[in-house]
């Protein structure tokens, strides 16, 4: 099993910074993808960046040049630092990790910026 813990969300005036923090436990394998996702009300989950074990990354194109997903291999830990951030990045956070099949979720954290 792989548990996962979100810290880091709060609130923060526009144009602030926020620096998010995911650790993994558990049954990590080496070769594993870890990314977050956010969810404001009513709206679908979303993908916000995406980092593999190798440090390949991808984001999505609403925060290119504002984020960057980074990760530490031996923590087993994802990080997300958010720039410039705008109100409509407000939302729950959640990390994730991929691993063969497996898919797994931590809980969450909320992050809401002010106008």
């Known amino acids: 099993q792989v548990q996962l813990v979100e810290s880091g969300g709060g609130l923060v005036q526009a144009g602030g910074s926020l620096r998010l923090s995911c650790a993994a436990s558990?049954?990590?394998?080496?070769?594993?993808?870890m990314s977050w996702y956010r969810q404001a009300p009513g709206n679908k989950r979303e993908l916000v960046a995406l980092?593999?074990?190798?440090?390949?990354?991808t984001y999505a194109d609403s925060v290119k040049g504002r984020f960057t997903i980074s990760r530490d291999n031996a923590a087993n830990t994802v990080f997300l630092q958010m720039n410039s951030l705008k109100p409509e990045d407000s939302g729950v956070y959640y990390c994730n990790l991929v691993q063969w099949v497996q898919s797994y979720w931590g809980q969450g954290t909320q992050v809401t910026v002010s106008s």
């Open positions: 558990g049954s990590i394998f080496s070769f594993n993808s």
């Open positions: 980092i593999t074990s190798s440090g390949g990354t």
